[in-house]
């Protein structure tokens, strides 16, 4: 069997195997709450396949079934599929039955390791909620997911489920138990400038940035106060940083100050190394018209401006490099999926395929194409699997 290396400099197959292999090494922990004995298809095969078939388009359950009815010579290659093909129903009432946190953790952990090589700096924390996910005639509020992503590398770190956004500040710290944030900084926007949030960031050896605005009311006074003698004094020997961008119509530019909070600050009573109030002033201009906007961020970094603006910035990468992707390659806003773990468990599966479609870099092409050639071109999908360096056992 052939071997090569990946753009990760790990060697690989010409096959699927080695992405399987690393696969199954992930899940070896998750468990299957089907009754012994009584199972048809084993529950490996029904992820692996379920996992697949998202690479190649398949966004419901039936066109996973479709996929390994088309692709089921090719998928007994590698997998056992003693009773073949499971049927759309399979495939959902088994991915509705796993604990959609063992499951995202287990699943993401490969990728993990991955970020960890790399050593990813910037680990920015957002919510996302799956719209179409709810159902208003049985009082059934939409599924919101908490995802950590590495923005350099554009890897999703883990995933936590909540009933709505409201429930992003219980959600957050379960999802930072997951990760290894040592010498990274994790930016969170308002909803997590959380003072046992931050704690827990430096309890766990990392950094934050937390956007700051009215959830914090004295807080946020308080800066306002520092940031307006800054100004009167013309921020004299206050880092800072600017940034111009022009297209499209439009005008931006943005000016970080990266204000040092003096030691005898109240609130560093309150607020574990509570170094740092980020302002980022934006003055946008499109179609004549002309807007200026402030916005506070607080950081246990020093106050260099440069690098904060990068983590601020790099904060929104999640949004254009994954939410936005998700809903136009995946359609994930579309998706009807009521059930609380399918509807989890399918977004974690998005979520790995989607950071995996974005380490190919042969082919510069969007997610969605690359999914329709994946479909249409056995090669090019195991190429694209072969992207992840081998998997290590556990």
């Known amino acids: 069997m052939a071997v090569g290396s990946s753009p990760l400099g790990a060697v690989v197959m010409d096959d699927a195997e080695g992405f399987i292999a690393g696969l199954k090494i992930s899940l070896q922990q998750l468990e299957d709450l089907r009754v012994t004995g009584r199972c048809d298809h084993l529950l490996f095969d029904i992820i692996a396949i379920a996992v697949l078939a998202t690479f190649c388009g398949a966004d419901e359950w039936a066109e996973i079934e479709d996929f390994g009815r088309a692709r089921e010579d090719w998928l007994k290659t590698f997998l056992e599929l003693p009773h073949g093909i499971p049927s759309d129903d399979t495939f959902r009432r088994v991915l509705s039955r796993l604990d959609r946190t063992q499951f ?203 690098p904060l603006a990068e983590a601020i910035r790099s904060h929104w990468s999640i949004e254009n490099s994954q939410h936005h992707i998700l809903d136009v390659a995946f359609g994930e806003d579309s998706r009807r999926q009521s059930d609380r773990d399918g509807a989890a468990n399918l977004a974690a599966i998005r979520r790995l395929v989607l950071s995996v479609l974005r380490q190919e870099k042969s082919r510069k092409a969007g997610a969605k194409r690359k999914r329709f050639t994946c479909a249409l071109d056995l090669s090019y999908l195991t190429t694209v699997l072969n992207t992840l360096p081998e998997r290590k056992p556990i």
């Open 104 to 306: 995202a953790a287990g699943l993401f952990s490969w990728l993990q390791a991955i970020a960890d090589v790399h050593q990813q700096r910037n680990i920015a924390i957002d919510g996302k909620t799956l719209r179409r996910s709810g159902r208003s005639t049985t009082n059934l509020k939409p599924l919101h997911l908490v995802t950590a992503f590495a923005s350099q590398n554009s890897l999703v770190l883990g995933q936590v489920a909540c009933h709505e956004k409201s429930n992003e500040i219980t959600a957050i710290p379960e999802l930072l138990k997951l990760l290894n944030t040592q010498k990274a900084t994790v930016t969170i926007d308002a909803m997590g400038c959380q003072k046992e949030i931050a704690a827990q960031i430096l309890q766990q050896k990392g950094h934050f940035v937390l956007g700051l605005k009215g959830n914090q009311p004295t807080l946020q006074a308080d800066l306002q106060v520092l940031f307006d003698e800054a100004a009167e004094r013309d921020f004299a020997g206050v880092s800072t940083f600017s940034t111009h961008e022009q297209g499209h119509g439009r005008e931006e530019e943005r000016i970080v100050h990266a204000i040092p909070i003096p030691k005898d600050h109240p609130q560093r009573q309150v607020w574990t190394d509570l170094n740092t109030l980020v302002a980022v002033t934006s003055r946008r201009v499109q179609q004549g018209q002309e807007h200026w906007e402030t916005r506070f961020s607080i950081s246990s970094h020093g106050a260099k401006a440069k």
